[in-house]
């Protein structure tokens, strides 16, 4: 019979001391020497059993002169009869200690010795406590204890306090506070660490309590601003990963300011900057954040030396925010700086990072080998990283993108499926365990977009369960994208009604997240960039739902709210007045951040309202005084349109839709939708031929037209000569069927009136310049063209604050004309044959000029004067007039300008169009006149007089412009306008 074993400890150290010295291949000996194991049986459960047990180590420390364990003992043998009131043995065990420990040079227990007699003698009224209070002082002091230094300080301010000294007692708390904020630093550091190994393994709340804690020792030791600054900024960071927005923002901000006070921590300040600009980006304030890593990269620059691992955060998340605003391109120069900066600060979770999403732009862009490079190089430095399940995870997500993106090609499409639906379910029940709702939702998308099914979903229900999911993590740019892919998925399918249906809810959820929104300008790149991929639906809409198409090209009208958002200018109406002068009231009212929660959540809600209402305001439609005036009193009246919102059809009239997106092998498509005048719509859509695209591009990069001092062609010209198969192509895109078939039966004489509704660079093609069928001549032969920025109708007729004019006479037109203008004194010559012109040079003169409102056209002579923004500026002797200053203008319904490129339109990637001509659109104008790109001063000057001439005598601008195009082509009296007539368009509003 085998005799029983003896039992044994458990091998692992039950406390946790125990366990860290374990660690370490520390293992203390067994045995009585083992004397702090029997403090706590000692001092808090006062045991007799271990009392007896430390005097028995005592006597055997004294037998075997081990003066370190004797004196030890008999400090512990001291506090125990201190506990029990049993003063004189607590002095005669002090008495014993001190002596064994200075035989065996423990300073620090003769100091602590020392100070437990002293407590006797004080707590007895012996007239011997100061002096050995003092003594005791001394010896801690020798002995660098700091904790023992402020208990005796405060031992003696007791003293103090009881004699009524209240200056010494006050002096000699703060000796002991000064004792303590070392022990108080070193507890802080303590919290901090052990709140970022929390953070490590992600436990967040453990985290965020142990860097509050952290924060608090910090403050009570008046520890240095660059410490606590550190440790706000790593407690923010963890409360925005808990949610809590309002509360991140804060300490982030907190952190930024102990990080730049007294003489400040540049690379704190830096990381607090780079942190608020995150959460900005997460909240959708997407131009915040990108000020603040613009303020971020400043406070390094200024640190004179380099943060490689700073500055690799940051250009990472560039490529982040400007991924969302559907910028690829930059998006890649920034991960691939990042990447450089890692690798000089040998960080491989940020190699892994940039490396991978790197990988997943060459994805985009379909060139899986170059995917497949990037992500081999993402694995190496995945494998230096400690466990990190979730970029795990993400590889896998990405390495299943890409096997489905290389199934096509591969020997065996099947099976190479099948192992990219491995690889995502893996990733699936990986992001599952740990709670990722929206990483789960990317992971069924994917698998959505490759034709996989994953989890147990064929491919169209895990495109419908990544909607789900991506609701349930309350992310609303997720869903929107999701309801894009499906309802792209199941238009290849060749499923048109499911769709329509997905794509009715994507369009829905765009124009609500537009209206609400922090940043609806920046935020609406992504919006724009999901809904540009969907315009395939548009023309399935056309025909299977009106209602949803209508709904689709009223969206485009959008950009006057976001154009006036962008510019930080303000609707001159009355209402938007008071709504922003009530934001701005309440955001002086802001609570201060040791307000209490409830508190600052009103106000964070009231705010979120003034917003919308602000938002809505402007929504209601174009803010010009017709629109304010038609939505007061002429609802119903000719021409304004009906209780629809001004949606009716024009009378007469027809509206063209047309927008161009680039598909990923880089094919252009455009998409043409017309409304005609019984309130039909036709749709179009279709490639662009390489001769069209590359006609079109002529115009988005504003090439110039070259200088020709004969009587020869301009560049313009020999353009227009090479490019007919490009120009037909063009027209082709541009004029669906049943509205060339109106073009073919009206007549010159006769012609249709055309409101075209461009998007992107499409605004700046020169519309009148489009060929007909063979023999029809051009657009502008059967068409009256009307650039517009909404399809809504609008009144027909001015209306005037100012006085009415009393006589034909008294019409007017304020100039503004650059001195340096090559043709300027020619063409106010010209105009002051048939009417008055008041002429100013300046800003100042031109607002003092139409703030009468009695001008009816204002005219700007520049030529060559155009500002370093072509389109956006003029420059004047003043400064620049630019596309926000005018919004301060009453200008009048006509607008025209003679300056280069001044009616080009620009759209930026997360904006939307913007421009000079908008701009004073936006301010009241009803026609701006203006040429598109660069033409000569000769040609405005043999045009645009002529032009207002017209205008005052009664002909509408876009008519007018027409009859003089015609004329200028048709006629050799002036060369360059000859070549250049087609530069020239009218931007207006229906009407």
Known sequence: MRPREDARADPVPATPTGRALAALGITEPGGPSRLHHLRAAVLLDRSPDAVEEVREIAARAHADKDDDLLGRAHHMLAQYAWQKDDYPSTIEHADLAR???????????????????????????????????????????????????????????????????????????????????????????????????????????????????????YQDADAPASVTATALLWWGRTERVQGDAERSRELLEAAVRKATSGGGDLVAEAESRRELALADTLAGNLREAMDGYRRARSALNRTRGVNPLTLGNIEFELGELLGVLSDAEHSRTHYQEAFRWYEAADEPRGLHNSARELADLAMDDAEPAAARILLTRSVGPLGRQSADPMNRLRLLTSLGRLLSLEAPAAPDPEAHRRRAGRVLAAALEGFERLGQLRNQALVLLTALRGGIGVGGYPPMEAGAEAIRRYARAHDRLGEIDGQFALAQAWLEAGDEQRALACGRGALLAVEEVRATSPDAVTRAGFLHGARSAALPLLVLAVSGDPAFAERWLESARDWAVTGALRTGAADLSPAFRRLHAALRRHEEERPAATAPAE????????????????????????????????????????????????????????????????????????????????????????????????????????????????????????????????????????????????????????????????????????????????????????????????????????????????????????????????????ELRRLREFTRVRCVATHAELASALADESADLLYCAAHGEAGHRPGQDILTEAGALNDWSVLELAVPATVVLGCCGSGRVWHQQGSEPSGLALGFMLAGARQVVAPLKKVHGSACAALLPDLAQRVLDGQAPAAALRDLQRRARDSAVVPRLRDEWHLFHCVGVVG
């Open 599 to 826: 508190e600052r959540a009103a106000w964070h809600t009231a705010h979120r309202r003034l917003h919308q209402d602000l938002f809505f305001a402007f929504t209601q439609s174009l803010p010009t005084t017709e629109q304010r005036s038609a939505a007061g009193t002429n609802v119903g009246a000719p021409g304004t349109g009906d209780e629809q919102g001004g949606r009716r059809p024009l009378r007469g009239a027809y509206s063209l839709y047309v927008e161009p997106f680039t598909r990923r092998d880089g094919v252009v498509e455009v998409v043409s939708v017309c409304r005609h005048p019984d309130g039909t719509l036709e749709a179009a859509h279709g490639p662009l031929s390489a001769d069209a695209t590359a006609l079109l591009a002529t115009f988005r990069d504003d090439e110039d037209v070259e200088e020709d001092s004969g009587g020869g062609t301009g560049r313009e010209g020999r353009v227009l000569a090479r490019a007919a198969a490009g120009w037909s192509g063009l027209a082709d895109r541009l004029l669906p069927a049943r509205l060339r078939s109106a073009l073919d039966a009206a007549s010159t004489t006769e012609p249709i009136r055309l409101f075209v509704l461009p998007a992107n660079e499409l605004w700046n093609v020169p519309y009148a310049a489009l060929p007909l069928r063979a023999g029809a001549g051009q657009l502008l032969d059967k068409a009256v063209i009307t650039l517009t920025p909404s399809t809504r109708v609008l009144p027909t007729r001015r209306e005037r604050r100012g006085p009415e004019h009393a006589r034909e006479g008294d019409r007017s037109i304020v100039g503004l004309f650059s001195p340096d203008a090559p043709m300027g004194a020619d």
């Open 99 to 217: 002596a064994a420990c200075e035989r065996s040079g423990d300073r620090v227990g003769a100091a602590r010795a020392a100070q437990s007699r002293a407590n006797v003698l004080r707590i007895t009224s012996d007239r011997r406590a100061t002096a050995a209070l003092t003594e005791a002082l001394v010896l801690a002091r020798s002995a660098q204890d700091a904790v023992t230094e402020a208990t005796l300080w405060l031992d003696l301010a007791l003293v103090a306090q009881k004699s009524g000294d209240t200056v010494t007692y006050a002096a000699r708390i703060e000796e002991a506070e000064r004792c303590l904020r070392p022990s108080l630093v070193a507890a802080g550091h303590a919290a901090r660490n052990l709140g970022e190994v929390k953070e490590q393994l992600r436990d967040v709340p453990a985290a965020r309590d142990h860097y509050g804690r952290a924060v608090r020792l």
